[in-house]
């Protein structure tokens, strides 16, 4: 990828005229190649994939190089950033990765150093009565952005700015790292720094980017070079990618779970340290997805979940995983398919339908249906004494008018939610004798209703209950949820929805 001709760097030089005097000057402050091209103000192109100082030197006519400073070879103006080798380990890791993304947004964070040394650089030649007409050297974090977009466009990767694919260099240097301090100290600085300690980590407030900047503007050039040297002194060590953040958008993949087994939470539970279910949802579903699309992570978001006793049946639970940095977003139907298939070939307790991706937008769906869907149930309820024909008969008439409950937060939840009282409607109810005590209780209600709490009536804070309305002590046995009136996500195309009866 490097240009290293002297055809070439001849072209890009071709248009300033005589400016060999001027190159002699930058180079005598040990600059690298591509720094004497930016302070020569050339504009951003294939002349900075050069990386010959000397067919630099001959390009401007001026003798090849002179001995380094104290034996440092490290440029002290760009502190050795623009150096291909920092370059070809970004792109290296980059493709490491192996992300499927057709392009990328690079951005650059260079060490509050580099504005330093760039402003003592600028008055260096200003010294000299040899700065460039505009004075402003080309930026050094443009040119390393180039350079980063030139080699990825060599792996056919294109740079767009929008990209959900993000490359984000840090570059540190630990030998300059405060060099920028003294700005803050001067008497007349508007900068105030605090340094406090969290976690056992230093941290320090008021120390940014755009602090050093606008105090170099406010530093009169005297009072510069009286505090630091012009031009920017020698380094020993040059500067090291000190983060590289390589992460691309979430993609969502959503659909319906079948929990057809008891004791099976939505999402890992744990009780301190403790994992109280050995299974979860997201676990079963999770891992696999995880594999294909080749994500960090994954978080599932239902809508809304059952208890980790009660059976999910029916044609599922609505339900989408947020996959976050995926490598893999080229996934085929038959790809996500499979997981279905494997699922039911392995005879899992937990089962899903409709498996597919979904845009972000579809997420809102989940949320927007929290307040406006409904759930049908089936349980098995206990009472103390059996019910007579007569109050069987009383207690469904009413469920067939609907049932307007008042719910405080139940006791089994109070330690993690709010205590409220919530509103809550049964739109349908129809209890079922079985044997002896046993009766079977199937209703409809709205979201958010807590179905055992309306059984048993959790010591008076769920009005009516079906055990006041029995008159007797109720209990529930078992619970499982038959249907969950949400349409998510969008059917297939036959339409079909295979369901799965309970009790």
């Not at 000057?25 to 100082?53: D, E, N």
């Not at 050039?221 to 990618?241: G, K, N, Q, V």
Request: aromatic residues 6%; glycine residues 6%; proline residues 5%.
């Amino acid at each position: 990828m490097a240009i290293n001709t002297l055809d070439n760097v001849t072209g890009a030089l071709s248009s300033l005229g005589d400016v060999s005097k001027t190159a002699v000057t930058i180079k005598s402050a040990h600059t690298c190649a591509l720094c004497i091209l930016r302070f020569l103000q050339i504009p951003i192109g294939p002349v900075y994939l050069t990386q010959a100082l000397d067919t630099i030197n001959r390009a401007l006519g001026i003798e090849s190089s002179e001995p380094s400073v104290n034996g440092s070879t490290h440029c002290p103006v760009c502190l050795g950033i623009l150096d291909m080798a920092l370059v070809d380990k970004v792109v290296g890791q980059f493709k490491e990765q192996e992300y499927d993304a057709p392009s990328a947004a690079v951005t650059v964070e260079l060490p509050k150093s580099v504005y330093v040394r760039h402003h003592s650089m600028q008055l260096y030649l200003k010294g000299t009565n040899l700065t460039p007409a505009t004075g402003v050297a080309t930026d050094l974090k443009d040119v390393i952005r180039y350079m980063v977009c030139q080699v990825l466009s060599k792996h056919g990767i294109e740079t767009d700015a929008d990209s959900d694919m993000r490359i984000e260099i840090g570059f540190g240097h630990e030998e300059s790292a405060d060099e920028h301090q003294f700005l803050f100290d001067r008497e007349n600085s508007s900068v105030k720094t605090k340094t406090f300690r969290k976690r056992g980590v230093h941290y320090t407030t008021g120390d940014s980017k755009t602090a050093v900047i606008s105090e170099l503007g406010k530093c009169s050039d005297s009072e510069f070079t009286s505090l630091f040297a012009s031009p920017p002194p020698a380094i020993e060590r040059p500067a090291e990618i000190a983060s590289l953040v390589l992460k691309r958008s979430p993609i969502f993949i959503g659909g319906r779970y079948l929990k057809l087994e008891r004791n099976i939470s939505q999402t890992p539970f744990f009780v301190g340290e403790r994992r109280v279910t050995e299974l979860s949802i997201a676990d079963v579903v999770g891992e696999p997805i995880k594999a294909l699309v080749r994500c960090d992570s994954y978080n599932l978001v239902g809508s809304g979940r059952e208890d980790a006793d009660v059976r999910m049946l029916g044609d599922g639970r609505p339900f989408y995983l947020e996959c976050t940095n995926p490598r893999s977003t080229t996934i085929m139907p038959n790809q996500i398919q499979a997981i279905e298939d494997q699922l039911r070939a392995s005879k899992s307790p937990v089962q899903v339908r409709l498996l597919q991706m979904i845009r972000p937008e579809d997420t809102a769906i989940i949320r927007e249906g929290e307040e406006h869907k409904t759930k049908h149930y089936c349980a098995l309820v206990w009472f103390a004494s059996p019910l007579s024909q007569d109050k069987i008969a009383e207690i469904n008439a009413i469920g067939k008018q609907g049932v307007l409950l008042q719910q405080k937060t139940p006791i089994r939840v109070l330690h993690r939610r709010a205590p409220l009282t919530r509103e809550r409607r049964l739109l349908g109810l129809e209890l079922v004798p079985l044997e002896g005590r046993f009766y079977r209780l199937r209703l409809e209600s709205e979201a958010g209703t807590y179905i055992k709490e309306f059984v048993h009536g959790d010591l008076g804070r769920t009005a009516p209950s079906l055990a006041h309305m029995a008159g007797v002590t109720a209990d529930i046995i078992e619970l499982d949820v038959e249907n969950v009136s949400l349409d998510f996500p969008p059917a297939p195309a036959d339409g079909e929805h295979k369901t799965i009866d309970g009790c």
